[in-house]
C-alpha cells in the first residue's frame, strides 16, 4: 500500500510515519533525505544531485522523479511507501501516477493532518530541549519537575530551536498551504483523501490512521 501523509511542519507526520514503518514494514520516502542519500552515493545520479544543491539552485522534478523510480525498483511488491514532502505541485502529481505505474503500484490513501495554527504555533513555540541529553520539554505541556534541572541527566542548560518561532512557523505553514493547494483537488476528485485530527493525542491520530489503511 502507497500513501502520501501530509501536514505542515510540526502536525506530527514524522511521528506517524515513523509508526507505520514499525507496524507495517512501510519505506519512508522523504525528499529531503533522498536527495542527501543520493548525493553521498557515486553515481552519475548522485553527482548531478551534488552539483545542482552545491549551485544553491532547486532541484528539478526530473531529478525527484528519478530518485523515487530508483527507490521504488528496490522495494519488494508487497512493501508499501510513505510519500513524505512529495509531490508539491499538480505535475509532480501526475508524475507519480506515471512513475508507480511503471512498478505496478497504484496510490491508496492521501492523509492530511488536519491542524489548527494557532495551536500548532504554541506547540512549536514552547518546546525546548535539554542541551545535554536531548530530552524534550515544553512551556505550557511538559516543564521539567524540578524548575532548571533535566529531569533525565540533571543538566541546567536548556536550547531551543532558532527557527521555533511564530513568524517563522506561520511563514512555512503559509508555505505548506500554497504547496499543497495545487494537488488536494486532484486526489480529492479520487476520493482517497482522509483527514485526521492531527491536534489529537498521538495515539488517537495513529488510531485514524490505522482505520484509514485497514479500510
Keep these: 500500500m502507497d500513501i502520501i501523509l501530509l501536514g505542515p511542519p510540526g502536525a506530527g507526520k514524522g511521528t506517524q510515519a515513523q509508526r507505520l514503518v ?18 553521498k552515493a557515486d553515481t552519475a545520479l548522485g553527482r548531478q544531485v551534488a552539483e545542482v ?45 506515471t512513475i508507480l505505474a511503471a512498478h505496478g503500484r497504484t496510490l491508496a490513501h492521501v492523509i492530511e493532518l488536519d491542524v489548527n495554527e494557532d495551536a500548532l504555533v504554541e506547540r512549536i513555540c514552547g518546546r525546548y530541549t535539554c542541551a545535554n541529553c536531548g530530552k524534550g520539554y515544553h512551556d505550557k505541556f511538559e516543564q521539567p519537575k524540578v524548575a532548571g534541572t533535566c529531569d533525565k541527566c ?49 495515539e488517537d491520530v495513529t488510531a485514524a490512521i490505522e482505520s484509514i489503511i485497514k479500510g
Excluded: C, W
Design 53 to 97: 544543491m552545491d549551485s544553491g539552485a532547486l532541484v528539478s522534478d526530473e531529478i525527484v522523479s528519478a530518485m523515487i523510480d530508483a527507490k521504488l525498483a528496490t522495494l519488494g511488491a508487497g512493501q508499501g511507501a510513505i510519500f513524505d514532502g512529495y509531490p508539491r505541485t499538480a505535475a509532480q502529481a501526475l508524475s507519480l501516477d
Design 22 to 39: 514499525d507496524r507495517h514494514g512501510m519505506v519512508q520516502l522523504s525528499t529531503g533525505d533522498m536527495l542527501r542519500e543520493t548525493r
Design 154 to 202: 540533571g543538566s541546567h542548560e536548556f536550547k531551543r530551536r532558532p527557527d521555533d518561532n511564530e513568524d517563522t512557523v506561520r511563514t512555512r505553514m503559509g508555505e505548506y498551504r500554497a504547496k499543497t493547494a495545487p494537488i488536494l483537488p486532484i486526489y480529492d476528485a479520487r476520493g482517497i483523501v482522509a483527514r485526521v485530527d492531527g491536534m489529537a493525542d498521538i
